[in-house]
């Protein structure tokens, strides 16, 4: 079973990894995540899941649910974003974690550098995270010899171009 961490469980791309994770519930366990403002969707997402650790924007939604919902950890800011990237949970030795970016912004920066210091895979939706970092995020996947994928659909046609039996001589964005 693979550990999945996901970062914007409430946008585009946050949904569709959730409608993924709906359809494969034996492979794949929603340990943490982290939403924006849209409360009442995490609230949705809670009952269908039961993740173990989640992160909110706003101190007063922290608040809200820590008393809700006392089983789950709860944090909020840019602080639970990288808690929620790095939660930890005891588990079999051959379950995978997988951390998926899908904030929007450069808030996405500090969050994937710590799941990649965690030997986390990261698949990465952000494309601010790679234009701010780049080099820095390149070389701790190097470092910690951890997985980096892109997930965006434009970032992964580029990425299938440069990996295809051709060879690229020029690539324009």
């Known amino acids: 079973m693979k550990n999945i961490y996901l970062l914007g469980a409430t946008g585009s ?6 409608d993924v994770l709906s359809s494969f519930p034996t492979e794949y366990r929603l340990v943490s995540l982290s939403v924006g403002k849209n409360i009442q969707r995490l609230e949705e997402i809670i009952h269908q899941f039961h993740p173990k650790f989640v992160s909110v924007q706003e101190e007063k939604d922290y608040l809200f649910l820590k008393k809700k919902y006392p089983e789950i950890m709860f944090s909020f800011g840019e602080k639970g974003l990288i808690e929620a990237a790095t939660f ?4 079999e ?8 970016n ?4 450069m808030i996405g920066l500090v969050p994937t550098i710590q799941a990649i210091e965690h030997h986390r895979t990261v698949l990465l939706a952000n494309k601010e995270t790679l234009v701010v970092g780049g080099e820095i995020i ?3 996947v190097q470092k910690n010899h ?6 965006d659909s434009e970032h992964s046609a580029i990425l ?3 990996q295809g039996n051709h060879e690229v001589s020029k690539l324009i964005i």
């Open 160 to 162: 299938q171009c440069l």
């Open 146 to 151: 951890v997985t980096l994928l892109p997930i």
């Open 13 to 18: 791309i946050g949904t569709q990894t959730l």
């Open 93 to 100: 030795q051959e379950e995978e974690d997988v951390v998926i």
């Open 138 to 140: 390149m070389d701790l």
């Open 88 to 91: 930890s949970i005891l588990k």
């Open 102 to 105: 899908a904030v929007v912004g």
